[in-house]
Protein backbone atom coordinates (compact mmCIF):
# COMPACT_ATOMS: atom_id res chain seq x y z
CA UNK A 1 0.00 0.00 0.00
CA UNK A 2 1.45 3.37 -0.77
CA UNK A 3 2.48 6.36 1.09
CA UNK A 4 -1.51 8.37 0.31
CA UNK A 5 -3.37 5.01 0.62
CA UNK A 6 -1.79 4.93 3.76
CA UNK A 7 -3.02 8.38 4.61
CA UNK A 8 -6.41 7.75 3.04
CA UNK A 9 -6.66 4.80 5.30
CA UNK A 10 -6.83 6.70 8.87
CA UNK A 11 -8.09 10.10 7.17
CA UNK A 12 -11.25 8.60 6.18
CA UNK A 13 -11.60 5.58 9.20
CA UNK A 14 -11.53 8.49 11.64
CA UNK A 15 -13.13 11.04 9.54
CA UNK A 16 -16.71 9.35 10.40
CA UNK A 17 -15.49 7.12 13.21
CA UNK A 18 -16.12 9.53 15.89
CA UNK A 19 -19.82 10.58 14.98
CA UNK A 20 -21.04 7.90 17.34
CA UNK A 21 -24.94 8.04 18.93
CA UNK A 22 -25.99 9.58 22.10
CA UNK A 23 -28.31 7.37 23.76
CA UNK A 24 -29.44 3.66 23.61
CA UNK A 25 -32.26 2.55 25.18
CA UNK A 26 -34.68 -0.95 25.39
CA UNK A 27 -37.51 1.02 23.26
CA UNK A 28 -35.75 2.73 20.84
CA UNK A 29 -32.07 2.58 19.17
CA UNK A 30 -30.96 5.77 18.04
CA UNK A 31 -28.63 7.01 15.70
CA UNK A 32 -26.33 9.70 15.70
CA UNK A 33 -26.68 10.40 11.58
CA UNK A 34 -29.90 10.91 9.64
CA UNK A 35 -30.82 10.48 5.77
CA UNK A 36 -29.03 12.92 3.61
CA UNK A 37 -26.01 13.73 6.03
CA UNK A 38 -23.05 15.32 4.72
CA UNK A 39 -19.34 16.63 5.67
CA UNK A 40 -16.96 18.26 3.84
CA UNK A 41 -13.08 18.39 4.73
CA UNK A 42 -10.48 21.06 2.97
CA UNK A 43 -6.87 18.98 3.12
CA UNK A 44 -4.39 21.21 3.30
CA UNK A 45 -0.23 21.10 3.72
CA UNK A 46 0.44 24.50 5.96
CA UNK A 47 -0.70 27.53 3.54
CA UNK A 48 -1.11 25.02 0.78
CA UNK A 49 -4.88 23.56 -0.26
CA UNK A 50 -4.36 19.92 -1.01
CA UNK A 51 -7.61 18.56 -2.08
CA UNK A 52 -11.05 18.05 -0.40
CA UNK A 53 -12.83 14.75 1.10
CA UNK A 54 -16.41 14.24 1.50
CA UNK A 55 -18.94 12.27 3.35
CA UNK A 56 -21.94 11.30 2.40
CA UNK A 57 -25.13 8.69 3.12
CA UNK A 58 -28.26 8.11 1.77
CA UNK A 59 -30.69 5.71 3.23
CA UNK A 60 -33.06 3.05 1.18
CA UNK A 61 -35.30 0.41 1.86
CA UNK A 62 -34.59 -3.12 -0.13
CA UNK A 63 -36.38 -6.59 0.33
CA UNK A 64 -38.43 -5.36 3.69
CA UNK A 65 -35.56 -4.37 4.79
CA UNK A 66 -33.55 -0.71 5.98
CA UNK A 67 -29.99 0.07 4.72
CA UNK A 68 -27.97 2.61 3.98
CA UNK A 69 -25.36 3.88 1.15
CA UNK A 70 -22.43 5.54 2.32
CA UNK A 71 -20.04 6.65 0.81
CA UNK A 72 -16.71 8.37 1.55
CA UNK A 73 -14.66 10.03 -1.53
CA UNK A 74 -11.17 12.52 -1.47
CA UNK A 75 -9.78 14.47 -4.39
CA UNK A 76 -6.81 16.41 -4.87
CA UNK A 77 -6.63 20.11 -6.50
CA UNK A 78 -5.11 22.81 -7.59
CA UNK A 79 -0.91 22.32 -7.66
CA UNK A 80 -0.91 18.93 -5.83
CA UNK A 81 -3.94 17.71 -8.54
CA UNK A 82 -0.94 18.41 -11.26
CA UNK A 83 1.90 16.71 -9.17
CA UNK A 84 0.41 13.84 -7.99
CA UNK A 85 -3.46 13.16 -8.72
CA UNK A 86 -5.96 11.64 -6.30
CA UNK A 87 -9.38 10.20 -7.12
CA UNK A 88 -10.52 7.52 -4.26
CA UNK A 89 -13.85 6.37 -3.05
CA UNK A 90 -15.05 3.85 -0.62
CA UNK A 91 -18.37 3.08 -0.60
CA UNK A 92 -20.55 0.52 1.72
CA UNK A 93 -23.96 -0.93 2.29
CA UNK A 94 -25.23 -1.55 5.62
CA UNK A 95 -27.75 -3.37 7.56
CA UNK A 96 -29.18 -0.66 9.93
CA UNK A 97 -31.19 -3.63 12.05
CA UNK A 98 -27.59 -5.21 12.51
CA UNK A 99 -25.21 -2.11 11.49
CA UNK A 100 -23.08 -4.77 9.50
CA UNK A 101 -22.50 -4.53 5.81
CA UNK A 102 -23.56 -6.64 3.11
CA UNK A 103 -21.41 -5.13 0.50
CA UNK A 104 -18.49 -2.79 0.23
CA UNK A 105 -16.23 -1.09 -2.84
CA UNK A 106 -13.12 0.16 -2.86
CA UNK A 107 -11.96 2.36 -6.14
CA UNK A 108 -8.18 4.05 -5.35
CA UNK A 109 -6.94 6.23 -7.95
CA UNK A 110 -3.48 7.91 -6.92
CA UNK A 111 -1.13 9.65 -9.45
CA UNK A 112 -0.10 6.16 -11.46
CA UNK A 113 -1.14 3.24 -8.59
CA UNK A 114 -4.76 2.04 -8.57
CA UNK A 115 -6.62 -0.62 -6.73
CA UNK A 116 -10.17 -1.91 -7.10
CA UNK A 117 -11.97 -4.79 -5.01
CA UNK A 118 -15.61 -5.18 -3.93
CA UNK A 119 -16.27 -7.54 -1.42
CA UNK A 120 -19.92 -9.20 0.39
CA UNK A 121 -20.11 -10.07 3.43
CA UNK A 122 -21.08 -13.70 4.41
CA UNK A 123 -21.96 -13.83 8.06
CA UNK A 124 -23.46 -17.08 8.47
CA UNK A 125 -19.68 -18.51 7.00
CA UNK A 126 -18.03 -15.85 8.77
CA UNK A 127 -16.20 -15.42 5.39
CA UNK A 128 -16.20 -12.23 2.92
CA UNK A 129 -15.96 -12.96 -0.98
CA UNK A 130 -13.45 -10.46 -3.00
CA UNK A 131 -13.31 -9.56 -6.45
CA UNK A 132 -9.20 -9.69 -5.97
CA UNK A 133 -8.79 -12.86 -3.18
CA UNK A 134 -11.88 -14.81 -3.95
CA UNK A 135 -13.39 -16.64 -0.69
CA UNK A 136 -11.83 -15.43 2.87
CA UNK A 137 -12.38 -16.25 6.54
CA UNK A 138 -12.46 -13.83 9.14
CA UNK A 139 -13.63 -13.26 12.71
CA UNK A 140 -17.30 -12.45 13.38
CA UNK A 141 -19.08 -9.29 12.75
CA UNK A 142 -15.77 -8.28 10.80
CA UNK A 143 -16.60 -5.20 9.12
CA UNK A 144 -15.12 -3.11 6.20
CA UNK A 145 -12.95 0.70 7.40
CA UNK A 146 -16.67 3.10 6.48
CA UNK A 147 -18.96 0.48 7.93
CA UNK A 148 -16.73 0.12 11.26
CA UNK A 149 -17.17 3.63 11.81
CA UNK A 150 -20.81 4.00 11.58
CA UNK A 151 -21.24 1.02 13.64
CA UNK A 152 -19.10 2.51 16.10
CA UNK A 153 -21.00 5.89 16.03
CA UNK A 154 -23.76 3.79 17.99
CA UNK A 155 -22.08 1.34 19.79
CA UNK A 156 -18.84 3.06 21.24
CA UNK A 157 -17.41 6.02 23.12
CA UNK A 158 -19.06 6.35 25.85
CA UNK A 159 -18.13 6.63 29.77
CA UNK A 160 -14.43 6.41 28.75
CA UNK A 161 -11.38 7.61 30.68
CA UNK A 162 -8.84 9.00 29.81
CA UNK A 163 -5.81 6.41 28.18
CA UNK A 164 -8.83 3.99 27.49
CA UNK A 165 -8.18 2.18 24.04
CA UNK A 166 -11.29 1.42 21.44
CA UNK A 167 -10.18 -1.60 18.93
CA UNK A 168 -12.40 -2.30 15.75
CA UNK A 169 -11.90 -5.33 13.17
CA UNK A 170 -11.82 -4.70 9.73
CA UNK A 171 -11.22 -6.19 6.53
CA UNK A 172 -9.15 -4.05 4.39
CA UNK A 173 -6.50 -4.33 1.60
CA UNK A 174 -6.99 -7.65 0.66
CA UNK A 175 -6.63 -8.89 4.53
CA UNK A 176 -7.38 -7.97 8.45
CA UNK A 177 -6.69 -4.58 9.65
CA UNK A 178 -7.15 -4.21 13.59
CA UNK A 179 -8.25 -0.05 14.17
CA UNK A 180 -7.01 0.99 17.59
CA UNK A 181 -8.24 4.70 18.65
CA UNK A 182 -7.07 6.07 22.12
CA UNK A 183 -8.84 8.79 24.12
CA UNK A 184 -6.85 11.64 25.48
CA UNK A 185 -9.05 13.99 26.98
CA UNK A 186 -10.66 17.23 26.37
CA UNK A 187 -9.46 20.77 24.48
CA UNK A 188 -11.07 23.28 22.90
CA UNK A 189 -9.94 24.55 19.36
CA UNK A 190 -10.71 27.71 17.12
CA UNK A 191 -11.90 26.68 13.86
CA UNK A 192 -13.92 28.45 10.73
CA UNK A 193 -17.21 28.04 12.72
CA UNK A 194 -15.78 29.47 15.97
CA UNK A 195 -14.46 27.74 19.07
CA UNK A 196 -15.36 23.78 19.54
CA UNK A 197 -15.09 22.16 22.53
CA UNK A 198 -14.07 18.65 21.64
CA UNK A 199 -12.81 15.14 22.38
CA UNK A 200 -8.79 14.44 21.35
CA UNK A 201 -8.11 11.32 20.03
CA UNK A 202 -5.23 9.82 18.36
CA UNK A 203 -5.18 6.33 16.45
CA UNK A 204 -2.39 3.73 17.37
CA UNK A 205 -0.57 3.73 14.57
CA UNK A 206 2.56 1.83 13.20
CA UNK A 207 5.93 4.13 13.45
CA UNK A 208 8.88 3.31 11.27
CA UNK A 209 7.16 3.79 7.66
CA UNK A 210 5.41 7.45 8.05
CA UNK A 211 4.90 8.24 11.57
CA UNK A 212 7.57 8.54 14.21
CA UNK A 213 5.83 7.64 17.25
CA UNK A 214 2.42 5.93 17.55
CA UNK A 215 0.85 9.05 18.65
CA UNK A 216 1.46 10.63 15.21
CA UNK A 217 -1.93 11.56 14.02
CA UNK A 218 -4.62 13.79 16.23
CA UNK A 219 -8.22 13.70 16.25
CA UNK A 220 -10.42 16.89 17.29
CA UNK A 221 -14.22 15.57 17.74
CA UNK A 222 -16.66 18.33 18.71
CA UNK A 223 -18.31 17.57 22.37
CA UNK A 224 -21.88 18.06 21.51
CA UNK A 225 -24.88 15.03 20.54
CA UNK A 226 -23.13 14.96 17.24
CA UNK A 227 -19.73 14.02 17.94
CA UNK A 228 -17.92 15.71 14.70
CA UNK A 229 -14.58 15.19 13.13
CA UNK A 230 -13.80 18.90 13.29
CA UNK A 231 -10.34 18.28 12.37
CA UNK A 232 -7.35 15.49 11.76
CA UNK A 233 -3.80 16.31 11.71
CA UNK A 234 -1.20 14.14 10.45
CA UNK A 235 2.56 14.65 11.97
CA UNK A 236 4.86 13.16 9.26
CA UNK A 237 8.28 12.71 8.90
CA UNK A 238 8.46 15.66 6.19
CA UNK A 239 5.72 17.96 7.87
CA UNK A 240 1.56 17.85 8.80
CA UNK A 241 -0.80 17.62 6.98
CA UNK A 242 -4.66 18.71 8.06
CA UNK A 243 -7.88 17.81 7.39
CA UNK A 244 -10.42 20.59 8.49
CA UNK A 245 -14.27 20.47 8.65
CA UNK A 246 -15.24 23.40 5.93
CA UNK A 247 -19.14 22.60 5.50
CA UNK A 248 -21.42 20.23 7.00
CA UNK A 249 -25.20 19.40 5.92
CA UNK A 250 -28.51 17.27 7.60
CA UNK A 251 -26.75 16.79 10.82
CA UNK A 252 -29.28 15.15 13.25
CA UNK A 253 -28.51 17.30 16.03
CA UNK A 254 -27.39 20.95 16.42
CA UNK A 255 -23.90 21.48 16.07
CA UNK A 256 -22.62 23.30 19.53
CA UNK A 257 -20.27 25.92 18.36
CA UNK A 258 -19.15 29.01 20.62
CA UNK A 259 -18.89 32.11 17.92
CA UNK A 260 -17.47 34.37 20.78
Given at each position: ?GFFSKINL???????????????????????????????????????????????????????????????????????????????????????????????????????????????????????????????????????????????????????????????????????????????????????FGKINCLK?????????????????TIWISNDN???????????????????????????????????
Open positions: MYCLSVLLLFNHAIAQSDEQKFFAFKDGESLQYLVHFGFIDGGYAMLKLTAFDMNGGKYFHAIASGYSTGITDKLFKVRDVYETYVDMETMLPVKAVRNIQEDTYKYYDEVLFNRKENAVISKRKGKVSVPERTMDILSAVYYARNNHFKNLNQGDIITLETYFDDGMFTLQIRYKGTETIKSNFSPVVEPGRIFDTQDDVNFLPVRIQFDLFVGSIKADLVKYDNLKYNFAVNKK
